[in-house]
């Protein structure tokens, strides 16, 4: 199985950018596609964004498309969320997730496709 953790979260303004990384280890990398999600207070847990196994194809919910970039480093086992132009409304726990090895579904917006999760980082945007 992989082990996955978050970090970078934080407080910032909105319009202000933030970059959360989440760090891989007990698997190879790159055998595993990459999710971000986020869950605010009140809500369902919500997919923000995809990548897959080589970092070649990326996928965005509607609400953050043109503001927030997935990335990877598949040498440096990490994976990147980097946000910009932040909103109050984006603020939430962010977790970032794993589906099965070499699954294909690195672009399913539900939760229940992904069975490794970080514990989430939190991530505040004051108005």
């Known amino acids: 199985q992989v082990q996955l953790v978050e970090s970078g979260g934080g407080v910032v303004q909105a319009g202000g950018s933030q970059r959360l990384s989440c760090a891989a280890s007990g698997r190879i990398f790159s055998n595993f596609a990459l999710g971000w999600f986020r869950q605010a207070p009140g809500k369902e847990r919500e997919f923000v964004a995809g990548?897959?196994?080589?970092?070649?194809?990326?996928y965005y919910a509607d609400s953050v498309t043109g503001r927030f970039t997935v990335s990877r480093d598949n040498v440096k086992n990490t994976g990147y969320l980097q946000m910009n132009s932040l909103k109050p409304e984006d603020t939430a726990v962010y977790y970032c997730?794993?589906?099965?090895?070499?699954?294909?579904?690195?672009?399913?917006?539900?939760?229940?496709?992904?069975?490794?999760w970080g514990q989430g980082t939190q991530v505040t945007v004051s108005s």
């Open positions: 997730a794993a589906p099965r090895e070499y699954s294909s579904l690195w672009s399913s917006p539900r939760p229940k496709d992904y069975i490794y």
């Open positions: 990548i897959n196994r080589s970092g070649g194809s990326t």
